[in-house]
């Protein structure tokens, strides 16, 4: 659990933060009952990344791809964003100078109301033609066949996600370097922190605080580990508190 001591410290640091962005991974979504990916229940519980979500697995067997997404489209679906994601909207909604940037594809950021949104490994809404560039958001759960054809060219369609050994969309991570350059401050809310080059952020980072019940590879170079869920740490976080400024500890060592 987070002490109230703690709680002080990290909104002292936020406090004093004139920027802030926030690195947000699938343990956000967990208290949504969004399975995450790597902890008990999780979506690779069942399936090893390798066999789903990477452009080979779609090459070789598009129809399983597309039912896992289409899965999990209807898992999400039936979930509400949680306090958790509603503290980030809220803070956005107050503060010019704060930045989202999320690995998640659920959309739940999106319908707690956050607008400035950098999706990292793009949106399972989202889905784009592997021939040409048609794409479309969609919110259906599923299809009279598997893949979809594109309208415009007939070659299957494929959830607009970024799957493993696909680069990330250019100019969203460009935009994540650079929010994460000029924060003063990153919270890194629910990543185990173990996929790169997003996990990468967090050493670029000036200041860190982490959001997260158990422990990931930065718990012990962050300026605080916050042990404990986001949806409740989030919200007794940015619900601000008005104590004395301190500067942030030194910048995180490269490993
Ligand atoms: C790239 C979209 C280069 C799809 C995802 C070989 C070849 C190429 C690349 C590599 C390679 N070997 C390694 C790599 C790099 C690879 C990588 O990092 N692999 C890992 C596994 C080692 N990365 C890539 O391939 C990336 N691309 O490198 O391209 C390139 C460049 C140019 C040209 C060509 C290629 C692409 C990576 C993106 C993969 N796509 N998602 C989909 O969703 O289906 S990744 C997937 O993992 C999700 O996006 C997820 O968000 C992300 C990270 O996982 P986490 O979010 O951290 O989730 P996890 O379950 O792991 O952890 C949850 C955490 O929450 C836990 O810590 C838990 O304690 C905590 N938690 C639980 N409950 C709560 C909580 N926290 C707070 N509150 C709670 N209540
Ligand atoms: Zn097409």
Redesign the pocket.
Known sequence: MVSERELAAARRLLAAAGSLAAL?????S??SGVP????PG???RNFR?EE??TPEAFARDPRTVWEW?LW?RGLIAATEPNA?HRALAAWEQQHERFTLIT???DGLHDRAGSRRILK???D?WQERCSGCGYQRRNRALAYPALPPPCPDCGAPLR?S????????PRMVWAEAERAVAQADLLLV???????????GLVEQARCAIE????S?PFSSRVALALT????E?LPALLTGGRDKITTCPPPIPTA
């Open positions: 947000t991974g699938a343990g956000v967990a208290e995450t990916f790597r902890g999780g979506l690779w990344p789903l979500a997404y999990r958790g690995q998640n594809v990292l490994h793009g399972l959830p996600v970024v799957w493993f050994g696909e680069p990330l809310v629910g990543t185990a922190a173990q996929v790169y080059p997003a996990a959001v997260n019940p158990a990931t404990g869920p986001a949806g740490v």
